[in-house]
């Protein structure tokens, strides 16, 4: 199953989704492997029309569904390796790859993709929690340490983040020493972030950023964050602003919430972020 109107041949998109159902280094509540192929089953409860954009995914988007990658649980070098080589596989034919997780570390292979081809690659990240641990319980690869071994690969002032109201002291000394931008708890100077025109961007949005009110489906909930329509404008603001060469929306568990309003939400919120993403530059 695709996910609604995603039924552009690969040859014919801009951009193609591939999902990661992955969370063996999950530090809390699991069950993000599944968010995946839930977003494409409860798809089918939405319309593909956006009365925000008035825009819809039959006539104004060309995407295709590839599916979902098999990997092996409890080897993450591995299954980042084979995340790695689907993304780079479709940047190396002029598309966007969106990865839907899966656990945030599904994000690093991407990324490793994206900055191999784009050696001057920014991130702009919406998250509750920093991310940016040196290791988890001695572990360098969790989804506890994601962006700090992003930034390994970027180096300094190259990630920004946005909805931050999470992390150990040590997280935070590592943003205030300036190796990151981050605007803690909200998004008020996302309006003043630009770039030099061309810059190519990965977005990555753990969907946990909201407020637990409106999306319980996660596995690690934070109270204190950001509205569905908050978020919503932010990202619709990037996607069109910005050169968007790479992103993901990540730790969806849908069993946690039995009420299936995290999905829905999940799938709305993809819906619009594949109609306002700018087609890639050939």
């Given at each position: 199953?695709?996910?609604?109107g995603?039924?552009?041949?690969?040859?014919?998109?801009?951009?193609?989704?591939?999902?990661?159902?992955?969370?063996?280094?999950?530090?809390?509540?699991p069950?993000?492997?599944?968010g995946?192929?839930?977003v494409?089953?409860?798809?089918f409860?939405?319309?593909?029309?956006?009365?925000?954009?008035?825009?819809?995914?039959?006539?104004?988007?060309?995407?295709?569904?590839?599916?979902?990658?098999?990997?092996?649980f409890?080897?993450?070098d591995?299954?980042?390796d084979?995340?790695?080589?689907?993304?780079?596989g479709?940047?190396?034919?002029?598309?966007?790859p969106?990865?839907?997780?899966?656990?945030?570390l599904?994000?690093?292979?991407?990324?490793?993709?994206?900055?191999?081809?784009?050696?001057?690659?920014h991130?702009?990240?919406?998250d509750?929690?920093?991310?940016?641990?040196?290791?988890?319980?001695?572990?360098?690869?969790?989804?506890?340490?994601?962006?700090?071994?992003?930034?390994?690969?970027?180096?300094?002032?190259?990630i920004?983040?946005?909805?931050?109201?999470s992390?150990t002291?040590?997280?935070f000394?590592?943003?205030?020493?300036?190796?990151v931008?981050?605007?803690?708890?909200?998004?008020k100077?996302?309006?003043?972030?630009?770039?030099?025109?061309?810059?190519?961007?990965?977005?990555?949005?753990?969907?946990?950023?909201?407020?637990?009110?409106?999306?319980?489906?996660t596995?690690?909930?934070?109270?204190?964050?950001?509205?569905?329509?908050?978020?919503?404008?932010?990202?619709?603001?990037?996607?069109?602003r910005?050169r968007i060469?790479?992103?993901?929306?990540?730790?969806?568990?849908?069993?946690?919430?039995?009420?299936g309003?995290?999905?829905a939400l999940?799938?709305?919120?993809?819906r619009?972020?594949?109609?306002?993403?700018?087609?890639?530059?050939?």
């Amino acid at each position: 199953m695709s996910f609604i109107g995603a039924d552009s041949a690969f040859a014919d998109a801009d951009v193609v989704i591939f999902g990661a159902p992955y969370d063996s280094t999950t530090s809390f509540r699991p069950g993000t492997r599944f968010g995946p192929s839930a977003v494409r089953s409860e798809s089918f409860g939405i319309e593909t029309y956006s009365p925000y954009q008035d825009r819809d995914l039959e006539t104004d988007a060309r995407v295709c569904d590839a599916g979902d990658l098999e990997l092996p649980f409890g080897a993450p070098d591995r299954a980042l390796d084979m995340i790695e080589e689907k993304a780079a596989g479709i940047l190396d034919a002029g598309k966007v790859p969106f990865l839907l997780g899966g656990e945030h570390l599904v994000t690093l292979g991407a990324v490793r993709a994206a900055a191999k081809r784009y050696p001057d690659l920014h991130i702009i990240h919406f998250d509750a929690h920093a991310d940016l641990r040196e290791d988890y319980l001695g572990v360098r690869l969790s989804h506890a340490c994601v962006l700090r071994r992003c930034h390994d690969i970027l180096g300094d002032g190259r990630i920004w983040q946005f909805g931050i109201r999470s992390g150990t002291r040590e997280e935070f000394a590592f943003m205030r020493e300036g190796h990151v931008v981050t605007e803690p708890f909200s998004v008020k100077t996302l309006a003043s972030l630009s770039f030099p025109e061309g810059t190519p961007v990965y977005l990555t949005v753990d969907l946990d950023v909201l407020d637990p009110s409106e999306f319980p489906g996660t596995g690690t909930q934070e109270a204190g964050g950001l509205r569905f329509a908050e978020l919503l404008g932010a990202l619709t603001d990037i996607l069109s602003r910005f050169r968007i060469v790479a992103l993901d929306n990540v730790e969806l568990s849908p069993a946690l919430d039995a009420s299936g309003r995290s999905t829905a939400l999940a799938c709305k919120l993809l819906r619009e972020q594949l109609l306002a993403l700018r087609a890639p530059v050939r």
